[in-house]
């Protein structure tokens, strides 16, 4: 059977803690074959690339400025990922990146200028991975609508588009895949209210699906409200066999082949 690939994971924290090896460990324990540990700050960067050049057989990283990060000085902070991804390994992909109204100050004149701030640094790493013929990993929170258009008016290919941690329902990912676009899926799938985006996996199907832990949040049940961690991917991947009708060793190996493909995995 073909191991499982969590294709967004934020290996930091557990590095931070001096816990990445037993936690890897516990991935390869659980039939997990790569992780890939996506980037969101300057400081994670440099950490992320060394991580998988120490494990290059096994983690793969990513490198950008989640909207929630995006402050006032974000224009340095950007020239700086440019600079970072001139430099030695390069990433599997741009991001995470995109739009997040969630968190927004309540203020409205202050949400409507941090908005605005995520806007410009949205369409910053689209043409950054444009540039640099890399995929781009989407963070899309509130915010769905606003995404798709600067996507589209951006030109940026579609296919080398991910939204990850869908939370949206059938609409919004027909709109995704008509286009040419993909969503990954985390353990939110598990949880009974959770029913628009079970039917998201069904309307997408299998054949774009990639499976992601977002660890540390959001554990699957059956550990939610506990800690996530990779290993943690089988438990949404048995969710989506289910709900697609397809049998885990298959959905393993299809699952797989896509996230190779997208971020540019080699065997």
Known sequence: MAGWIDSHAHLEVFARKGELDP?????????????????????????????AA?????????AG????????????????????LDGGA??????????????LPKDQNAARAAFERQEA??????????????????????????????????????????????????????????RGGRASFT??????????????????GPDLLMLETDAPYLAPVPHRGKRNEPAFVRHTAACAAEVLGIDEARLAGITSANAKRFYGLED
Request: hydrophobic share 40%; aromatic share 10%; charged share 30%.
């Open 23 to 51: 936690v890897l460990e516990r991935a390869r324990e659980a039939g997990v074959e790569r992780v890939v540990t996506i980037g969101t700050r300057p400081g994670d960067w440099e950490l992320y690339r060394r991580i």
């Open 121 to 178: 640094a949205f369409r910053a790493h689209i043409d950054l991975a444009a540039r640099r013929e890399l995929p781009l990993v989407v963070h899309s929170r509130g915010a769905f609508a606003d995404c798709v258009q600067m996507l589209d008016a951006s030109g940026f290919d579609w296919s080398r588009v991910v939204f990850h941690c869908f939370a949206d329902g059938p609409e919004e990912i027909r709109e995704l895949n008509s």
């Open 187 to 204: 353990g939110i799938i598990t949880y009974k209210s959770a029913e628009k985006v079970r039917e998201a996996v069904r309307a997408q």
């Open 65 to 84: 400025l989640h909207p929630c990060d995006v402050d006032e000085g974000w224009e340095e902070t950007v020239r700086a990922l440019g600079k970072f």
């Open 54 to 62: 120490e494990r290059s057989s096994f983690v793969a990283f990513t």
């Open 90 to 103: 390069v990433p599997a992909a741009v991001g995470e990146t995109g739009l997040d109204r969630f968190h």
